[in-house]
């Protein structure tokens, strides 16, 4: 995890933005990103997967697999979710996530779990 803390992000191109992480004025922030990764760990923004993947934000949720596909993560059989009370449930991949609020919420069939903030691989 000290990637996170002591890494540079860098972009290139067309949209490159003024400053570079290393050059980056105090009080200045990283705006629409869409994750970051390192290993298996990757920070996401469901904000910005929303705006990414708007057609199925349209259809109300969107899909834990699509994340994962997004993400080019490994898949796995199941996923627990942690919410910003600490409240977990386990989920499998066919679970999906949909916009309530100012936060996200997780459905599987009769289950649900409002204001999630994180999830993991449930293993086998």
Same mark, same amino acid.
């Given at each position: ?70 993400? !080019?993560? &490994?898949? /796995? +059989? ?10 977990? *449930?386990?989920? #499998?991949? !066919?679970? &999906?996530? /949909? +916009? ?10 009769? *289950?649900?779990? #409002? ?10």
């Amino acid at each position: 995890m000290s990637i996170f803390l002591t890494g540079s992000l860098i972009i290139e191109g067309e949209q490159q933005p003024l400053f570079l992480s290393e050059d980056l004025p105090k009080g200045m922030y990283v705006k629409e990103l869409l994750y970051m990764a390192y290993d298996e760990t990757a920070f996401v923004s469901l904000e910005s997967l929303a705006r990414k993947y708007p057609a199925e934000i349209k259809a109300g949720e969107i899909s834990v697999k699509t994340i994962m596909d997004a993400l !080019g993560q &490994a898949e /796995s +059989p199941s996923y627990i979710f942690t919410n910003i009370a600490g409240e977990k *449930l386990q989920a #499998p991949q !066919g679970a &999906a996530i /949909s +916009p309530e609020g100012d936060g996200f919420t997780l459905r599987t069939g009769d *289950l649900t779990l #409002p204001d999630i903030i994180s999830f993991e691989t449930g293993g086998q």
